[in-house]
């Protein structure tokens, strides 16, 4: 007989009930701030909404497999707030405001249903232009040739690197 930890029943883990209840003093604590002490008929607004976000978001994720649904929500809705600032030059420059990709390129073309909606024309300035078009250059041509390399060689090139002390 498998004796593991789960068939046991040693209830949920810390971390699930930790983040339950983050979650439930966050939602709480708005809607006591904005509408106040909740009603009997209001109290499932106050109940049910952090309890089913905590009982789906702490099962695992089908895209990633080491991940809760709840971090993947956050990320998601993380990216299509803030969108992908871009890295330039390893991080030795900040992206400008141009760089940035615009949430219509985010979307996709979720971007353009979204558009069509009956109701949602004024959404369509704030979904922004397509992905800014950079300037490039002239092509520039590769010459390719590979070579080898001995160990008497990098021996040299090794050598002459060395600084004296």
Known sequence: MNCSAS????????????????IYVVWVGVLFLVFGW???????????????????????????????NLTHWA???????????????GGRRAAGRAEWLPLRARLGERAGRLAELPGM??????????EPKTAAGRAVTLDIRPRLYGPDVVYRAR???RTKQ
């Not at 990320?75 to 299509?80: A, C, G, H, S």
């Not at 024309?121 to 397509?130: Q, S």
């Open 75 to 89: 990320l998601t809705v993380r990216y299509l707030m803030v969108g992908h600032r871009p890295v330039i030059n």
């Open 121 to 130: 024309g004024g959404v369509e300035g704030l979904l922004g232009g397509d």
């Open 38 to 68: 909740p009603s009997r008929v209001f109290f499932v607004l106050y109940f049910v909404p952090p309890a089913l976000i905590t009982y789906y978001g702490a099962q695992r994720s089908k895209r990633i497999d080491r991940r809760w």
């Open 7 to 22: 068939t046991w029943g040693e209830g949920p883990p810390r971390r699930l009930l930790i983040t339950g209840f983050v």
């Open 159 to 161: 050598r002459r690197g």
